[in-house]
């Protein structure tokens, strides 16, 4: 394989990396999530310890936006 065909397929599939990303959604690191709820980050471990209903950071860490924006509209009802 050419190194311009190797270029070329490493571009396709970064572009079908960006569009996986967004078509799975915004995602949050502990840093953010602790920050929107205006907790720090140790309380963020504690509640994921004791609320079996919190929502869990995927394999890399990170918190699908739309499942905490759906966790918080279930504490308000």
Request: aromatic letters at 4%; glycine letters at 4%; hydrophobic letters at 40%.
């Amino acid at each position: 394989m050419t190194e311009a065909a190797l270029l070329d397929r490493l571009d396709k599939m970064a572009s079908a990396m960006q569009l996986l990303a967004q078509a799975l959604g915004t995602r949050l690191t502990r840093e953010q999530l602790a920050q929107r709820l205006g907790i720090h980050r140790n309380t963020l471990r504690i509640r994921l310890q004791q609320d079996p209903r919190f929502p869990r950071p995927a394999s890399d860490g990170r918190w699908l936006l739309s499942e905490i924006v759906e966790w918080e509209q279930s504490q308000h009802h």
